[in-house]
């Protein structure tokens, strides 16, 4: 229990949250973390007014450094008689990199800190309180029995990093970018184009050297990632073949995977270095 001190003439409040009100849900593109927050007046101060504005932060702690924000939420709550108990429910809209970087980061229960900063507006002048910090502890079976509700939801996230504009990889993340932006617009067959197009890129750049006739166990690790490249480009080359696969429809699954598998290709790419002639001696 947390106590909300405000000036003397206007009171305290007391704020509560249970481990048990704590869970999380399904959002459209996000997760939804709630908490329900308990709150209540011992004693009714008739300069406080009737309304009570929380203001709060939910933190998750890291080992290494300070703590880290993850979302923030408002709430006002209206009192009457003395003694009431008052719950509200408190909404964080988490992303996906947020939710697996606290399961990356946590060992054992979920641990996260919320910090709660009180206003009165009816109060006369600026009757606001110091920041309280409420340390919330989730039993680790219980979070791990919420994560399994959340189903295919949650999954690892791959990021298209942006080069440097004089950097080679600059325009084929332009690429990926463009066949994200035009998979969210539901354009499957026009973003499966511009992840074939990443793939020719990262082939024109690449030092990476085809095997040729060789045995496969005489491959070398740069003639592996070779193969793997030019499988993903023929999986991708449904929408530009002549023959076979060329009316093959793409589903929306098959096309943010080759995304995703060709954006993690780009952060190995072994650039080509063009040598300059020797000068003669």
Not at 123 to 137: E, I, K, N, Q, R
Not at 228 to 251: F, N, P
Request: aromatic share 8%; hydrophobic share 40%; glycine share 8%.
């Amino acid at each position: 229990m947390e106590q909300l001190r405000f000036e003397k003439s206007l009171g305290t409040y007391l704020a509560t949250v249970e481990p048990e009100g704590i869970w999380i849900s399904r959002g459209l593109g996000t997760h939804c973390v709630r908490a329900q927050l308990a709150l209540a007046n011992p004693e009714v101060v008739a300069d406080a007014g009737r309304l009570l504005h929380l203001e709060t932060t939910l933190y998750a702690p890291v080992a290494s450094g300070p703590r880290a924000p993850l979302a923030s939420s408002n709430v006002s709550v209206a009192f009457g008689a003395p003694a009431e108990v008052r719950r509200v429910e408190l909404t964080y809209f988490l992303t996906n990199p947020q939710l697996l970087a606290l399961e990356q980061n946590r060992l054992g229960d979920l641990r996260l800190e919320l910090q709660i900063r009180g206003f009165l507006p009816g109060a006369p002048g600026f009757a606001g309180c110091p920041d309280v910090t409420t340390y919330l502890s989730v039993a680790e079976s219980r979070w791990r029995q919420q994560l399994e509700s959340l189903g295919r939801s949650v999954g690892v996230e791959t990021f298209v990093p942006f080069p440097d504009d004089d950097d080679p990889l600059r325009g084929i993340a332009d690429f990926l970018r463009e066949a994200q932006r035009q998979l969210a617009g539901n354009e499957i067959r026009a973003a499966m184009v511009h992840v074939r197009m990443a793939l020719e890129g990262i082939k024109q750049q690449t030092s990476w050297s085809w095997p040729g006739k060789k045995d496969r166990e005489q491959w070398t690790a740069g003639e592996r990632w070779a193969r793997i490249r030019a499988t993903l480009e023929d999986q991708a080359s449904g929408t530009v073949h002549l023959q076979g696969t060329k009316d093959y429809q793409y589903s929306r699954d098959e096309v943010e995977t080759l995304i995703v598998m060709t954006a993690a290709l780009l952060r190995i790419v072994p650039l080509k270095q063009a040598l300059a002639p020797a000068l003669p001696e």
